[in-house]
């Protein structure tokens, strides 16, 4: 089974300063995706970024990206100028790209992230 | 557009006492469906995923059950729920075949069990 670690309970950045989170994963599959969500205070989940396994290039979004490292089963996600509304827990989730996973999807703990005026 | 709907928003019930939460998703067709719970500060656990009508996959053995009468609904149920239940149940839909589709979310229902 697939498992995914979230290593940071608690981050801090300063407002306009960049942050990484981190997240490693287990998997003995060649084709899946990974995804940082948000959750805010209204507990609304967020689709932050996507990555799909077999694309080399890393995800951007504005002003979030990733840094996906295969090899090393490593999904960190970077904040840059970070804003107070980026306050929010973080999860890293993975999908199995298999036809019999039901698109399912195994979540971190996740690193909850203050941003300091 | 696609949206998808949770109630009720909060509740709270007695220990023994009989839950039913609903989900309901607009906008699209035969997608996958999926339950999961999330105790305080803490990351998602997957109850139940359903890949179409009448079709229920568990996740997790529990006193709790699912089921998709219609294309669009999911109900989470319980005949009998327990303090442990407690928590913060969050229904998803994805598109229902495979290309790494994200998951979305609707906004929760908060349970309580006294």
């Known amino acids: 089974a697939q498992t995914v670690t979230q290593s940071q309970p608690e981050m801090s950045v300063q407002e306009a300063e960049t942050v990484t989170l981190s997240c490693t994963y287990d998997t003995s599959e060649s084709d899946y995706y990974l995804f940082w969500y948000k959750q805010p205070p209204s507990r609304q989940m967020i689709l932050v970024i996507r990555?799909?396994?077999?694309?080399?290039q890393n995800a951007t979004e504005n002003r979030f990206s990733v840094n996906f490292q295969k090899a090393a089963k490593s999904f960190s996600l970077k904040i840059s100028d970070s804003q107070l509304g980026d306050a929010a827990m973080y999860f890293c989730a993975y999908r199995s790209g298999a036809e019999t996973s039901g698109s399912r999807l195994t979540f971190g703990e996740g690193t909850q992230l203050t941003v300091n005026p | 557009s696609q949206t998808i709907h949770q109630w009720p928003a909060t509740l709270v019930q007695p220990v023994g006492s009989p839950l039913s939460l609903e989900c309901t998703v607009e906008g699209t067709s035969n997608p996958n469906l999926y339950w999961y719970r999330q105790a305080a500060g803490r990351g998602l656990q997957l109850l139940f995923y359903?890949?179409?009508?009448?079709?229920i996959s568990s996740e997790v053995p529990q006193n709790l059950s699912a089921s998709r009468p219609q294309d669009r609904q999911f109900i989470l149920s319980s005949k009998k729920l327990l303090l442990s239940d407690s928590g913060f149940y969050l229904c998803?839909?994805?598109?229902?075949?495979?290309?790494?589709?994200?998951?979305?979310f609707g906004p929760g229902t908060r349970l309580t069990v006294t």
């Open positions: 359903s890949v179409g009508i009448g079709q």
């Open positions: 990555q799909e396994a077999y694309k080399q």
């Open positions: 998803a839909w994805s598109v229902r075949w495979t290309g790494g589709h994200e998951q979305y």
